[in-house]
Structure formats: structure tokens, C-alpha cells
Nanobody, 122 residues
Framework: VQLQASGGGLVQAGGTLTLSCTSS????????VGWFHQAPGKRREGVAC????????FYADDVKGRFTIFRDNAKNTVYLQMNSLKPEDTAVYYC????????????????WGKGTLVTVSS
């Protein structure tokens, strides 16, 4: 496993969870890192992405204003803070990394982690 995602769990609607993505193999500060989710029966979709050199992160329309992606380079970790969670946010969340920002925006990632399940109850 190249990346490790953690922090999923069960939360009530309106609640908050923060997911973490780290790697023992790669320096995440040098990579664009993204979060993706896949709900049951649906295809995997991009949620948020942060570049290696600063600049504005990318957010999918349905999470703008609710989710925040940020880095702690000292901990080699990228976080996804998820506020105001909705039942439709229920999915397996994956983190992934790419060496190029343009590729990351297209979802073409070089490294993937196993997912962490987020369940939002109504």
C-alpha cells in the first residue's frame, strides 16, 4: 500500500469527520494529493485536491464550503476536514497522489491508498 487513509467512521448528519492521508514511502509535500469517494453502486469521483506548490485547492461542487483539504508537511500528512456531513456523503474515501497537478485534476493518479469508510446517518 503506497498511501494510508484513516479517520473514517459513523457520524450523524450535520457532524464532522477529519480524514488523514499519509505515506511511509513518499514525501507528500512534493506531490499533488487528492481525495476521492465511491458510494455503493456508483463510480469513484474526485472530492478535493491540493497541489504541491501552494495555490487554491480544487473542490467538487457538492462539497464546496463544507470540506477543506490541507497539509501538515511536518507530519507528511494531508487531511480532509468534512463539515456539515450529509447522508449522501456516505462512501469509501480514498487518498491518492500524483507528480503532476494537471494529471491530478483529471484523476490520473500515480499512487493510491486503501479506502476508509465514512457513513453518515440521517
Amino acid at each position: 500500500v503506497q498511501l494510508q487513509a484513516s479517520g473514517g467512521g459513523l457520524v450523524q448528519a450535520g457532524g464532522t469527520l477529519t480524514l488523514s492521508c499519509t505515506s511511509s514511502q513518499y514525501t507528500l509535500a512534493e506531490l499533488a494529493v487528492g481525495w476521492f469517494h465511491q458510494a455503493p453502486g456508483k463510480r469513484r469521483e474526485g472530492v478535493a485536491c491540493i497541489g504541491s506548490g501552494g495555490g487554491s485547492p480544487f473542490y467538487a461542487d457538492d462539497v464546496k464550503g463544507r470540506f477543506t483539504i490541507f497539509r501538515d508537511n511536518a507530519k507528511n500528512t494531508v487531511y480532509l476536514q468534512m463539515n456539515s456531513l450529509k447522508p449522501e456523503d456516505t462512501a469509501v474515501y480514498y487518498c491518492a497522489a500524483a507528480s503532476k497537478w494537471d494529471a491530478a485534476l483529471k484523476g490520473t493518479m500515480d499512487y493510491w491508498g486503501k479506502g476508509t469508510l465514512v457513513t453518515v446517518s440521517s
